[in-house]
């Protein structure tokens, strides 16, 4: 959301040198993915447009407690969500620890904020019958269907995001052993299993449909476009989008949803909640403790089954 009062062209070039400085160290220490990075930009520019719309002034360094607290209020009344806001205040806290690290600032505008109180949210799935349509809708009389089929069912197989799943290259594929080599948030690899569906749809891709895609040049991607090119986040989006229309799917859909669904039905069938963590890549299993809301429902099924007074 854009603050009137300064134009997008002096606001950013204001603090760009200090923001690229907070980012690029951001990266080493942490290794941010390209989303966070941009996240983390996007929530400092938007706070130095509103200083320069409200106050006149871009200076980052200079701002207060007290300004901070209005510039919360204007996101409220702005319409900004809970979630969004808590996520920017994590950037800000971040970028001023950074600050004062430096001995840019010295004192901290943030240590007397609060963050928004947000509730956790359940991710939306799919029920394993919607999964299997999912699965059926690529052409599998194309080369581009074949190459659909194996993607889906690498997703919903493993788990992955869909910025890993659009990344994998050939050398992490190990197709005999039936394991991924994933790098994942942070630059951490994970080794991620495939099952039996998984591994045979992903050979006949890399078998028949690859080769007459990638028309003889050499690409390090898995998996490729018609012009030989990486398939990328929004390009998979768009086809999941598609499949989900003709299998007459009614739930949102996004790549994320087959990894929530994932997470969700191994949690069905009785997988662990520390496996589960694994095999997503969390490092806290708070951030998976949102999917045991499956269990309750498994739970209650089963003593309704099996307890004599169910």
Known sequence: MKVSGLSDAVSDAA????IARFLDTMWLEQGLSENTRAAYH???ITLSRWLAAQHHSTD???TTDTLLRAYLLYRSTMNFSPRSTARSMSTLRRFYGFCLREKLMTEDPTRLLDSPKIGRSLPGTLTENDVEKLLAAPNLHTDLGIRDRAML??????G???SELVNLQFLQVNLRQGVLRVTGKGNKERLVPMGEEAINWLQRYVQEARPALVAGKLSEALFV???????TRQAFWHLLKRYAV???IKVALSPHTLRHAFATHLLNHGADLRAVQMLLGHSNISTTQIYTHVAKARLQALHAQHHPRG
Not at 15 to 18: A, E, G, R, V
Not at 225 to 231: I, S
């Open 15 to 18: 603090h760009s040198p200090l």
């Open 246 to 248: 003709l299998a007459e």
């Open 160 to 162: 992955l995001r869909v």
């Open 60 to 62: 980052l360094l200079v």
């Open 42 to 44: 996007n929530d400092l």
């Open 225 to 231: 476009t018609q012009r030989q090119a990486a398939m």
């Open 153 to 158: 069912e690498v997703l919903y197989a493993t």
